[in-house]
C-alpha cells in the first residue's frame, strides 16, 4: 500500500457558513462552520484505481458528479472546523488506497453437502410424522 499523498490546497474548495445548534448569539454572527468540497472526478492527484475505489463507494456525502463534500461545525472556531475537516478528507482519501482482499471462491466438502443432505432429510421426517399424527 502506497502512502496517500498531499492533495494540493488548489483542488479543495472551502466555504464558511454559520453553524447549526446552540452556541448563543455567536452562532448567528460568525460563519464557523466550513463546507470543504473535493473534486474526486476531476482530480489529477489520484491514481486512476484509488479514484474508481472512492467513486464506487455508497457514502452520502459524494454528489452525482464525484463531489465530495464534508460540512464541518463540531468546533466553536473556524479554524478547527477546517482542521477537522481536513482530516475527514484524508481519512476518506486513504480508504481508497486500501485494496479489498481478493475474494477466493470455495466450495463446500464433501461431508459438508452429507451433512447439510442428512438433516434435511431428519426435518422432513420430523415433519412427515407430524402431519400424520395431526390428521389420524
Known amino acids: 500500500m502506497t502512502s496517500p499523498p498531499a492533495i494540493p ?3 479543495l474548495v472551502e466555504r464558511f457558513v454559520r453553524a447549526s445548534g446552540p ?4 452562532v448567528n454572527k460568525v460563519a464557523t462552520a466550513v463546507e470543504l468540497r473535493f473534486d474526486i472526478a476531476g ?9 474508481a475505489r472512492l467513486l464506487a463507494r455508497r457514502d452520502r456525502r459524494l454528489t452525482d458528479a464525484g463531489v465530495l463534500v464534508i460540512n464541518a461545525q463540531r468546533f466553536r472556531t473556524q479554524e478547527r472546523n477546517r482542521e477537522d475537516a481536513r482530516e475527514r478528507l484524508a481519512a476518506f482519501i486513504a480508504t481508497g488506497y486500501a485494496v479489498p482482499k481478493a475474494r477466493i471462491a470455495t466450495r463446500p466438502s464433501r461431508g459438508a453437502k452429507e451433512r447439510r443432505l442428512g438433516e434435511k432429510r431428519e426435518r422432513s421426517t420430523i415433519k412427515r410424522g407430524r402431519a400424520l399424527r395431526d390428521w389420524d
Open 23 to 26: 452556541g448563543g448569539q455567536n
Open 9 to 11: 490546497e488548489e483542488e
Open 43 to 51: 482530480s489529477p492527484s489520484l491514481p486512476e484505481p484509488v479514484r
